[in-house]
């Protein structure tokens, strides 16, 4: 009874032995040191066949048979160094998605991601117009007088478009020539009448011209206290930077600013614009009735 558990267990063992799996980088050094061990001249090792497990994938390596000590120790040091070149090559491409990690967080790459939500939205607005216009275009091929429509709308369309910007264009050199040189404006009126030319624009409900005037009534004021040079030689911006540090500069930039919309930019001024410019106006020290 005991010599049959015996023999069962040794067969137990062989066929685990049978069945180990070995990795590439485990064997490799394995056969290392039974080439050592075939040029200092034991027996031939007692394994002759290893079974290898690369990535899911197994394989055999077989020892040839008839081998003199010299030519096993050749072969078994081969394939010790295939092997080790495998094991290498599976690390690199098991450290590849760290590498790429790391280079993807540098700073350079901060803003390298995939496509938001809004650019795929664009993309998507874009293939929309191009297939649309391709369309378009397709249709004109196939029908002349339907390249005659898209030709004459696309002439009107660039017309309109030119029309527009002179248009704009002669807008704006006209309110440039409406303006009068800044020493010549100043010098010619006094605070009052720049008062009485506010309060008559704001009677015809000229606003535009309301705030221009109680702004330029602001700076007579301002040149009669000392705060500006009386020359009246300077922009709006170069008289706001003159009263630095002043206590009038807040109700001037907020005066400066009005004035720079509703003149010089175009933008319409209304009746709450005028009271704006009143308010800071008495702030500066002009009583305006």
């Not at 023999?7 to 056969?31: K, Y």
Request: net charge positive; charged share 25%; proline share 6%.
């Amino acid at each position: 009874m005991r010599v049959a558990v015996a023999v069962l267990l040794a067969s137990a063992a062989c066929l685990a032995a049978a069945d180990a799996r070995w990795t590439p980088g485990s064997l490799a050094p394995e056969l290392r040191r039974l080439a050592a061990e075939a040029r200092s001249g034991p027996p031939a090792p007692a394994d002759d066949r290893w079974t290898v497990d690369a990535g899911g994938q197994q394989f055999d390596i077989r020892l040839p048979r008839g081998l003199t000590r010299d030519q096993r120790a050749e072969w078994l040091e081969q394939r010790a160094r295939r092997l080790e070149e495998y094991a290498s090559a599976s690390d690199d491409d098991n450290r590849a998605p760290a590498q790429l990690r790391d280079i993807l967080n540098r700073r350079e790459f901060a803003g390298v991601g995939p496509p938001s939500a809004w650019e795929l939205a664009k993309q998507k607005i874009q293939e929309w117009f191009r297939d649309q216009l391709l369309r378009i275009f397709a249709f004109a091929a196939q029908h002349p007088s339907g390249s005659r429509i898209l030709f004459w709308t696309l002439i009107s369309a660039a017309l309109g478009a030119i029309a527009w910007i002179l248009i704009r264009i002669w807008r704006r050199e006209t309110i440039a020539l409406r303006l009068e040189p800044a020493a010549l404006v100043i010098g010619r009126m006094n605070r009052p009448e720049w008062l009485e030319a506010a309060r008559r624009a704001a009677g015809s409900a000229d606003w535009r011209e309301a705030v221009r005037c109680l702004y330029w009534a602001g700076i007579v004021a301002l040149a009669e206290t000392g705060v500006v040079p009386g020359d009246h030689a300077r922009t709006p911006r170069e008289y706001l930077r003159l009263t630095a540090g002043a206590a009038c500069r807040e109700p001037l930039a907020a005066l400066t600013d009005r004035l720079e919309r509703a003149w010089y930019a175009g933008l319409p001024a209304n009746s709450g614009d005028y009271e704006e410019c009143r308010k800071c106006l008495e702030a500066l020290g002009c009583k305006v009735n």
